[in-house]
């Protein structure tokens, strides 16, 4: 059996000050997130304090390369069949995302996965992830 991915309306992403640059960053076709000032750990999803510490932390570009850790294809949800998976990247960070641009049945665990950018309806970009 064959799934085919199949893009979807996506809505788009609620944009303020703390998340402004990670959206302008996306129109770049750049994955970034936020690494803490004074204990060094890259955090997601990305916000101006450490979760970890309080410390401050700054943006930082991302390879957008990873590992799908788990990953469910959702067939009756809606009118189109999609993957939501977690993606641990390289850098060793976990994010929640779909698995695009690809037959959905052969999607699994461990497959190496590249990040991609959709548009929403207002056209601002979302990072999702491809077979690599």
């Known amino acids: 059996m064959s799934t085919p991915y199949v893009d979807r309306p996506l809505s788009a992403?609620?944009?303020?000050?703390?998340?402004?640059?990670?959206?302008a960053a996306t129109r770049e076709g750049r994955l970034t997130s936020r690494r803490c000032q004074h204990c060094g750990k890259l955090h997601w999803y990305p916000r101006p304090i450490c979760p970890f510490c309080q410390g401050d932390t700054e943006w930082e570009t991302l390879s957008g390369q990873g590992s799908i850790y788990s990953v469910s294809v959702t067939r009756r949800a809606g009118p189109q069949v999609y993957a939501i998976?977690?993606?641990?990247?390289?850098?060793g960070i976990t994010v929640l995302t779909n698995i695009v641009d690809c037959d959905l049945d052969t999607v699994h665990i461990g497959q190496r996965v590249k990040v991609v950018f959709k548009p929403t309806d207002d056209g601002q970009m979302v990072p999702m992830f491809t077979p690599a």
Request: no cysteine; aromatic share 16%; glycine share 0%.
């Open 13 to 23: 992403p609620l944009v303020d000050a703390a998340t402004e640059a990670f959206w």
């Open 85 to 91: 998976a977690y993606v641990t990247l390289d850098e």
